[in-house]
């Protein structure tokens, strides 16, 4: 169960893996507050105005697998499965570049504060950014070669 505070953390991640019948949300009107902790602005950024509206002024929750049509939560897996579907999923991330996931998690969250166009600009100066990096040209080579490359995330 993520409610409230729970919520708002996850919220702030970049990948949400949930059990299907995971529960999730924004209760505090259901005890004289609001969400302090980004809940209002992530989740309106997630879904829209509109059906933000709807689960912050009820303060009811909705299940992973619902805030996955929603497209709030990434993937969901029955309950059993979660730890080791994030962990898998974490290994496979940690096997690139360092760098160069830094470089395209920068472009991607440029899409919150820019328009298309300053937003593909920035994409393109942080892609020629890659061009420098010693993971760049083992990737290029490992390529060519057909085999995985080994990165040194520099």
Known sequence: IQLGGGFEIALACDIIYA??????GLPEVKIGTIPGAGGTQRLARALGKHK????VLTGEPASGAEFERLGVVTKVFPRSDVV???TSLA???ARLSAPVIETAKKA???VENSTLEAGMTHEKALYYSTFGLDDFKEGIQSFLQKRQPSF???
């Open 91 to 93: 290994e496979k991330i």
């Open 19 to 24: 059990a299907e019948d995971a529960m999730f």
């Open 108 to 110: 991607v969250l440029t």
């Open 52 to 55: 933000a509206m709807e689960f």
């Open 84 to 86: 080791q579907a994030a």
């Open 152 to 154: 040194k995330h520099s």
